[in-house]
């Protein structure tokens, strides 16, 4: 009896064994099944663009695209020589295209009943809208508290002018980056690039420039003083904000011209230095010149408002 469980258990562990090694096989096949159909959807969609935007290579014969890829619908299946084929057509396509390919296309998609809510640049779009209306609706609301108690505004322990010195950089210098990424979004949307992969650099660039409109506490109180820079002009902390965030580079590069102005490299000569001093503020009086283009611009749009 003993002898007869053992043998039951070896044909159960048996069949154990096949199943298990039937079911990976199977997990295998679809794998490779899934993979297949990502590579037919994608020479199909760039076969599609490709022929609507008169970009279609000589290299492909668009009949024989169009036999497989109506072979594979229908049958859903297709001949290993086929497949090599599709690669093949694949790689030429992406070459012919770039920096348009299947993953951007499928991102912008909204041919046929697809609306581009539901596309991934269209989600990504939508988020951009929704923090860029915080942003002005935040803006707005400190800008109506202080007009509508002008006191705490100018005392410094009050509620305004703690949040106002404080906050209001970063707040400008979110919308900075926001007013960029919107723009950036839109130009990869009207040319079909847009990369999914590239989404958390979007973020990071908008956490960096709400930073960077912060940082400007750091070295302004009330108005960033340009007389250091070649005349008397003032440009305000929220403009600054605005500006860091829109490019990332500019606060850091204006931080660098003074001090490369206050902390010269190297032991020059009397001469070197003068000549290096000229050419500094050069490029610095340049920057104050469009900072205040930027201020008059400010100053006569808030006139006629």
Not at 225 to 230: A, E, K
Not at 251 to 258: A, G, K, V
Not at 283 to 305: H, I
């Amino acid at each position: 009896m003993a002898e007869q469980d053992r043998v039951d258990d070896g044909r159960d562990g048996g069949n154990v064994r096949a199943l298990t090694s039937a079911r990976d096989d199977k997990g295998r096949a679809g794998n490779r099944l899934h993979e297949l159909e990502a590579v037919l959807d994608g020479v199909k969609r760039l076969a599609r663009f490709a022929v609507e935007t008169g970009q279609f290579p000589d290299e492909i014969d668009i009949a024989d695209l169009h036999t497989i890829l109506t072979s594979w619908q229908e049958t859903g299946s297709i001949e290993p020589a086929e497949v090599k084929k599709i690669a093949n057509y694949y790689q030429i396509l992406e070459r012919q295209l770039g920096p348009i390919t299947a993953r951007t296309l499928k991102a912008t998609d909204t041919h046929g009943d697809t609306h581009y809510r539901s596309t991934a640049a269209g989600r990504h779009a939508i988020s951009l809208w929704v923090i860029t209306g915080l942003v002005v609706v935040s803006i707005f609301l400190l800008q109506w508290y202080a007009k509508s108690n002008p006191a705490d505004a100018k005392s410094a322990s009050g509620f305004l002018g703690v949040l106002a010195n404080f906050m209001l950089p970063f707040i400008y210098g979110s919308l900075g980056s926001c007013v960029y990424l919107l723009r950036v979004t839109e130009q990869r949307l009207r040319h079909r690039d847009f990369d999914c992969a590239r989404i958390p650099e979007h973020w990071n660039r908008l956490v960096l420039g709400t930073l960077s409109g912060g940082a400007i506490v750091l070295v302004m109180q009330e108005g960033f003083d340009i007389t250091v820079l070649g005349n008397g002009a003032k440009v305000t902390a929220a403009l600054l904000g605005f500006l860091a965030g829109y490019s990332v580079d500019f606060l850091f590069d204006m931080i660098d011209r003074i001090l490369e102005r206050v902390l010269p490299k190297g032991a020059a000569t009397a001469k070197d230095q003068k000549k290096l001093q000229k050419k500094q503020d050069a490029v610095l009086s340049k920057q104050a010149a469009v900072l205040n283009q930027m201020a008059k611009a400010v100053a006569q749009g808030k006139g006629s408002a």
